[in-house]
């Protein structure tokens, strides 16, 4: 890439592409019940995931020669593999071109992660002094039943010390998701909105999507943004905050000033016209969008002594091909191959 040339990618729609999700593993220590089966997932042969420094070389060229400025890293569960805080620093250390279309232009780049919090008590201050300077932690319920009902494991607790030990570290935003489903969890609404409210820390809830590895959503167990919000609405009055901008989540502000609480409704009120997200894959796999039927093959570019400006090439002709968004509840709708565990939120 020349000098001249501007750190920048756009696709066909006019969206640039910004926030990078890579996910470093399709393992994980949860079943939860709208990712992925109790039993028989086969993991990938650890042959076939990028190493930390195939990934790394992936985020450099995005950050210097796209311009990205954000980098989530998800799983799975990006905490079961090991060493994570080598590749974390190894993020934070990228600065964005002065030259890129960014708020961050000339600064480090913005590297977050969404973890389902089981270990995090024990790891947050090691993330934090790696570099990581905020978090998304998945809790569907308050309920230690219901827990175990959800994610097949008895672990509410360390998941709330967890969330504690993240904010006793200084990470800010320190951010909860919570998808709802009908019938299982979409009871508690008031009382996730609450726990955000009480810890001073920013609920967002997720409409239920078709990604679970056992295939078995449904539309009507989807509970929806105005269902979700008029539900708040009646306990905690509610002002909506202006425009998202790229952000998959709306947000709403307290009007008692007990902070914000979001929403991200990707089945009921799709934002695909704003994306700027593109993913990487455990495996090395480029998908320009969660529910992409096509990817690229970065590993084997990686894997094969490619330059810099092929991987680059690769990536930019991908995004020209990405798609307006995604059709779910069309008849177009096909569900990727891939389960959630395996492509990472
Ligand atoms: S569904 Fe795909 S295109 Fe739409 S916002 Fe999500 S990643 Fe972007």
Redesign the pocket.
């Known amino acids: 890439m020349s000098s001249a040339t501007k750190p920048e990618l756009i696709d066909s729609f006019g969206r640039t592409v910004r926030d990078l999700r890579i996910s470093v593993t399709d393992r994980c220590n949860f079943r939860c019940t709208y990712c992925m089966p109790e039993e028989g997932m086969v993991w990938l042969p650890r042959t076939e995931v990028l190493t930390y420094e195939e990934i790394a070389r992936v985020a450099r060229i995005c950050v210097e020669r796209f311009g990205v400025d954000g980098i989530r890293l998800t799983g799975g569960e990006p905490t079961v593999r090991a060493h994570l805080t080598k590749l974390i620093s190894a993020l934070a250390v990228l600065t964005v071109p002065a030259a890129a279309n960014s708020p961050l232009a000339g600064q480090p780049i913005d590297v977050a992660v969404t973890t389902n919090g089981a270990t995090l008590a024990l790891v947050a201050a090691d993330l934090q002094r790696a570099g990581l300077r905020r978090i998304n932690v998945s809790l569907d319920t308050l309920n230690r039943e219901k827990f175990k009902q959800i994610t097949k494991r008895d672990e509410l607790a360390s998941v709330l010390e967890g969330i504690d030990a993240a904010i006793a570290v200084g990470m800010a935003p320190v951010k909860v998701n919570a998808v709802v489903q009908r019938g299982v969890n979409d009871d508690e609404i008031i009382a996730l909105a609450t726990f955000g409210r009480e810890k001073n820390i920013e609920v967002r809830f997720i409409e239920f999507m078709p990604l679970d590895a056992q295939a078995g959503w449904l539309n009507n167990a989807v509970v929806g943004q105005d269902e979700i919000v008029s539900t708040i609405n009646e306990v905690f009055a509610l002002e909506q905050i202006a425009s998202r901008g790229a952000a ?1 989540a709306d947000r709403w502000r307290y009007l008692d000033g007990k902070g914000t609480v979001g929403v991200i409704p ?1 089945v009921t009120k ?3 016209g ?2 700027d ?1 593109v ?1 990487l894959t455990a495996d090395g796999q480029f998908r ?5 039927t096509d990817e690229f093959d970065v590993r084997a570019l990686l894997r094969n002594g490619a330059s810099d400006d092929a991987i680059e090439a690769l990536l930019r002709r991908a995004v020209g091909e ?5 059709t779910i509840g069309q008849v177009s709708f096909v569900r990727p191959r891939r389960s959630m565990s395996q492509i990472g939120g």
């Open positions: 998959p990707t799709p934002f695909c704003d994306c997200r993913r320009t969008c969660l529910f992409a990405k798609w307006a968004g995604h």
